[in-house]
């Protein structure tokens, strides 16, 4: 072990962003930035779903999160906003789906305090992630996904 083998680890990760890639998780080689945005929603929901069948309660919280915020670039880049302009944080995210009428300023708060207060706790701080969260941010996960999906015209991309 050396911070020797870290650096050229480091690398050749670095490489392997700046080639073209070869072998595309399933489902995701598309052109369409909302198309990437919803399928990769979908794929985290399945991942999900495995990780949840083998406790990793942790990673479920946090690809549940992921998600959702997936799901709604979906829907605002469907919309019209250009994929440079969307929102470059978490909560922002939240907001703008609010600005453009996708939830209610009440929802979006609400998602936005789950987040910034339980998201965020367990994954950086001393928030531990348990069953119960992981079971129940997952359905909202699953919810969320299901209602933006449905007031989509592209519906029948979806992965799931």
């Given at each position: 072990?050396?911070t020797?083998?870290i650096?050229?680890?480091i690398?050749?990760?670095q490489?392997a962003?700046?080639?073209?890639?070869a072998?595309i998780?399933?489902g995701?080689?598309t052109?369409?930035a909302?198309?990437?945005?919803?399928?990769k929603?979908c794929?985290?929901l399945?991942g999900?779903?495995?990780?949840?069948?083998?406790?990793?309660y942790?990673?479920v919280?946090e690809a549940?999160f992921?998600?959702?915020?997936?799901?709604?670039?979906?829907?605002?880049l469907?919309?019209g906003?250009?994929?440079?302009?969307?929102?470059?944080?978490?909560?922002?995210v939240y907001?703008?789906a609010?600005i453009?009428?996708l939830?209610?300023e009440h929802?979006?708060e609400?998602l936005?305090?789950?987040w910034r207060?339980?998201?965020?706790?367990?994954?950086y701080?001393d928030?531990?992630?348990a069953?119960?969260?992981?079971?129940?941010?997952f359905?909202?996960a699953?919810?969320?996904h299901?209602?933006?999906?449905?007031?989509s015209?592209?519906k029948?991309e979806?992965l799931c």
């Amino acid at each position: 072990m050396s911070t020797n083998r870290i650096e050229s680890l480091i690398e050749k990760v670095q490489v392997a962003f700046d080639q073209h890639p070869a072998e595309i998780e399933a489902g995701l080689n598309t052109n369409e930035a909302d198309l990437l945005q919803l399928r990769k929603s979908c794929r985290l929901l399945a991942g999900a779903e495995v990780l949840l069948d083998h406790s990793y309660y942790t990673l479920v919280i946090e690809a549940s999160f992921v998600a959702i915020e997936r799901v709604i670039e979906f829907k605002l880049l469907e919309s019209g906003v250009e994929p440079r302009n969307l929102p470059g944080t978490h909560p922002g995210v939240y907001t703008e789906a609010a600005i453009r009428g996708l939830f209610s300023e009440h929802v979006a708060e609400n998602l936005k305090d789950l987040w910034r207060n339980h998201r965020a706790k367990t994954y950086y701080q001393d928030g531990l992630a348990a069953k119960e969260r992981a079971v129940l941010v997952f359905k909202l996960a699953m919810e969320t996904h299901a209602f933006v999906v449905n007031l989509s015209s592209k519906k029948f991309e979806c992965l799931c």
